[in-house]
């Protein structure tokens, strides 16, 4: 028993060194210079970097307008990563309450429908999509990085689950007690899946801050980027003899990693109990 306990653990810290790894390595790398990370590649030691390459990345304005600096960037992965996963809960929720306790015909082809489009993956409507945004007059805004991606097939799937599994009593109750569709929803159903409210907006503002290619399209104005296409545009500076910042990326890779980090620390037990149980 003993000997399986020590593999088991040997287990784990493989698979805790595979995945933290590269975080270190990225973290000592950006405490470097670009000349020394163009010459010897990543490093394995800190440098004496630290302060001036993160301090370079977050205040000196950059890119080619030179009004760009960090803040500006995590500034829009933050609008981005809350008002997707918002958005992303406030319809996936009232989708699936439609489609739990509302009767209406071909209420379950509806839902078949919806769970159908997880096989249509942005970049196979990435056409059409820019297309109708453009048409729209929604490119470089806000709304047009948020609203064409916030309908949800995963998250109207969990909270269809999730609303099957609420007892017909509660229902009832609501009605007997003079209880609207509105009322009910708002003050039964939400209280109720406050659990798994949290799960969903953990795995959808990850998504949402991790996004590139959609922002890349739809915004070409530097004051939009998001820190995901900031790491790219740093590096698409190779003019003549003019070295990468690899120091400047990889900081900015780090600061990109925080948020989302802090968000599923801050919500992990709401995340493990939205997903294996309930609060009925």
């Not at 390595?25 to 490093?43: E, R």
Request: one cysteine or more.
């Amino acid at each position: 028993m003993y000997k399986l306990k020590i593999t088991d653990h040997l287990i784990l810290l493989t698979g805790v060194f595979f995945m933290v790894a590269p975080v270190v390595l990225t973290f000592m790398t950006s405490t470097h210079d670009a000349i020394a990370i163009y010459k010897g590649g990543v490093q394995f030691l800190p440098g004496d970097k630290f302060l001036e390459n993160y301090e370079t990345v977050l205040f000196q304005a950059g890119g080619f307008t030179q009004e760009v600096n960090g803040f500006v960037m995590l500034k829009n992965s933050m609008i981005l990563g809350f008002g997707f996963a918002i958005g992303k809960i406030v319809i996936s929720m009232l989708a699936a309450y439609a489609i739990v306790y509302f009767r209406f015909p071909f209420a379950s082809v509806c839902f078949w429908i919806i769970f159908a489009t997880l096989l249509l993956p942005l970049e196979v409507r990435i056409l059409p999509s820019y297309e109708i945004v453009q048409s729209l007059g929604m490119v470089n805004t806000y709304s047009g990085l948020i609203v064409p991606l916030i309908a949800s097939a995963t998250g109207t799937f969990f909270f269809r689950q999730f609303f099957m599994s609420v007892p017909d009593e509660l229902l009832e109750a609501a009605r007997i007690d003079g209880a609207g569709p509105w009322k009910f929803f708002k003050d039964i159903l939400v209280p109720l899946s406050k659990t798994m409210i949290a799960a969903i907006f953990i795995i959808m503002f990850v998504f949402g801050w991790n996004q590139y290619l959609w922002p890349t399209l739809i915004t070409t104005d530097e004051s939009l980027f998001t820190l995901v296409r900031g790491i790219k545009q740093i590096l698409q500076v190779w003019v003549g003899a003019q070295i990468p910042a690899f120091n400047e990326a990889m900081a900015l890779a780090i600061l990109a990693m925080l948020p989302p980090v802090l968000i599923v620390v801050i919500f992990q037990s709401w995340f493990v109990k939205g997903l294996v149980e309930s609060d009925k």
